[in-house]
């Protein structure tokens, strides 16, 4: 009973910092914003990685986990979950937020592109179906 309690919060958990991050952002605008990223990342039925992850399931999702992606030791030992607000900080300045990544992108700096994408990534579970 004990687990079954557990795994509900943490599924409940799961579900509303998803739809925190869907408050803050369009989805619709974050898919536009997503071009910028596209050449680096895949999401969606069938996403693999490219020159950086796969972004299925990200928001709740430990940072360097996406199987078969060579994350750098700085990004694997960085203890981060991606939440809505530490992705915004990410995507604002990956380097600042994560000393030693191999992401070269500059950044986000409009604060409405990057609600906007963590958004559009919310929408994504981890199997790339959109929710």
Known sequence: MKYI???AVFSAALVAGAAGARA????????????KCHACHNV???AKNAVGPEL???????AGIAEGYNYSDANKGSG??????????YLKDP??????????????PNEKDADNVIAYLATFG???KTK
């Open 5 to 7: 309690v557990s795994a």
């Open 24 to 35: 803050d952002g369009d989805p619709e605008a974050g898919k536009q914003v997503f071009k």
């Open 44 to 46: 969606g039925e069938g």
């Open 56 to 62: 299925n399931g990200i928001v709740g999702r430990k």
């Open 80 to 89: 981060i979950t991606w939440d809505a607000a530490t992705l915004k900080e």
């Open 95 to 108: 380097k600042a937020k994560v000393p030693g990544t191999k992401m070269i992108f500059p950044g986000l």
């Open 126 to 128: 981890p199997d790339g």
